[in-house]
């Protein structure tokens, strides 16, 4: 098992359009913890913990985003995992 750490940064059409809580489901599913937020450029920020295949499926998801959203691209820096979430949180 190869646990890993990302840190998103996602721009395009993804406030409004129920990008958070689209991540914060897709994340759920695939057992991946962390958080999503909005950044006050409009762009939306995440940071997500657990396995490289979950963190993986997770991205590729966020990559095309809710239907009403529109990702135009995803800043991805890997980190070392530190295990310090129990669940995937929305926050404001």
């Known amino acids: 098992m190869n646990l890993i750490r ?23 599913a695939h057992g ?28 590729s998801e966020c990559r095309q985003g809710p239907q009403n959203a529109h990702v135009d691209h995803i800043e991805l820096e890997l980190q070392t995992y530190e295990g310090e979430f129990d669940t995937f949180a929305i926050l404001c």
């Open 32 to 59: 991946v913890t962390g958080w999503v937020k909005n950044l006050v450029d409009g762009n939306v920020a995440a940071l997500l913990e657990g396995e490289e295949q979950a963190i993986n499926a997770v991205l």
């Open 6 to 28: 990302a840190s998103i940064r996602v721009s395009g059409c993804v406030q409004g359009v129920w990008y958070r809580r689209f991540t914060q489901q897709t994340a759920q």
